[in-house]
C-alpha cells in the first residue's frame, strides 16, 4: 500500500509563495509518475502539474505556467510543488498522488491514471 502525505500549505498573500512537499512511502518511490492536482469550493478537482519517473518530463497547466515548479528528489522520496506569484485563483485544496502505470519518460495528465492519492493540503491567497 502506497501512503502519500502532503505538508506545505497556508495562507499567503498574492505574489507570495509556498512550496508544498508530499512524503511516499510503501512502495519504491522511483516506480511512479507524481503528480499535483487541486480542488476549489465547488469546483472538480483539476491537474496542475505532473513529473514523470525518470524526472526528465514535466507537463503544467496552462494558468501556472511560469510560476510553478514541480520536481522530485527519489533519496528523500518526495515530490515538491513550488509556487511563485501566487494569485487569489490559486486558492484549492492541492493534493499529491502516485501513477503506478506511467512510462519511464511520460507523465500522467488525467485523474483516473493515478492510483494513490494523499489527504491534501490547504491554500489560501488573499488579495
Known amino acids: 500500500q502506497v501512503q502519500l502525505v502532503e505538508s506545505g500549505g497556508g495562507l499567503v498573500q498574492a505574489g507570495g509563495s509556498l512550496r508544498l512537499s508530499c512524503v511516499t512511502s510503501?512502495?519504491?518511490?522511483?516506480?511512479?509518475?507524481l503528480g499535483w492536482f487541486r480542488q476549489a469550493p465547488g469546483k472538480e478537482r483539476e491537474f496542475v502539474a505532473g513529473?514523470?519517473?525518470?524526472?526528465?518530463?514535466?507537463y503544467y497547466i496552462d494558468s501556472v505556467k511560469g510560476r510553478f515548479t514541480i520536481s522530485r528528489d527519489n533519496s528523500k522520496n518526495t515530490v515538491y510543488l513550488q509556487m511563485n506569484s501566487l494569485k487569489p485563483e490559486d486558492t484549492a485544496l492541492y493534493y499529491c498522488?502516485?501513477?503506478?502505470?506511467?512510462?519511464?519518460?511520460?507523465?500522467?495528465?488525467?485523474?483516473?491514471?493515478?492510483?494513490?492519492w494523499g489527504q491534501g493540503t490547504q491554500v489560501t491567497v488573499s488579495s
Open positions: 513529473i514523470s519517473r525518470s524526472a526528465k518530463s514535466t
Open positions: 498522488a502516485a501513477a503506478d502505470r506511467s512510462g519511464f519518460f511520460a507523465v500522467a495528465t488525467t485523474i483516473g491514471q493515478y492510483d494513490y
Open positions: 510503501g512502495r519504491t518511490f522511483s516506480s511512479y509518475g
